[in-house]
């Protein structure tokens, strides 16, 4: 039983990961040509990669897919946090003001 309530509750992060992927999306078009439009390229895409790995877990945990596919799970998270992270820098570096010193 145990199984089924953290796969309802990867199957509900999932579907955030898709509304957040759609609003992305939505400010990756908004900012196209101009100078939010790289970070936005890298950061836009992110959550399909979360909602996949998510979705992998709703399977394992649900018994549906075997339990190697774990490895799947875990790496497609930790591409989204590289993303995550390297969309924030290059956001910064956009954002920031450069002074002279």
Not at 1 to 15: N, S, Y
Not at 33 to 61: N, Q, W, Y
Request: neutral net charge.
């Amino acid at each position: 039983m145990a199984e089924v309530g953290e796969a309802l509750v990867d199957f509900v992060a999932v579907l955030f990961a898709l509304g957040l992927f759609a609003y992305a999306f939505k400010l990756f078009r908004t900012f196209r040509g101009g100078i939010m439009h790289t970070p936005f390229k890298i950061l836009a895409p992110a959550p399909l990669l979360f909602a996949v790995g998510e979705f992998v877990d709703v399977l394992v945990s649900l018994g549906l897919a075997s339990d190697p596919l774990g490895v799947i799970h875990i790496s497609l998270e930790v591409l989204f946090i590289v993303a995550l992270f390297v969309g924030f820098y290059k956001f910064s570096k956009v954002w920031t003001i450069k002074t002279k010193a």
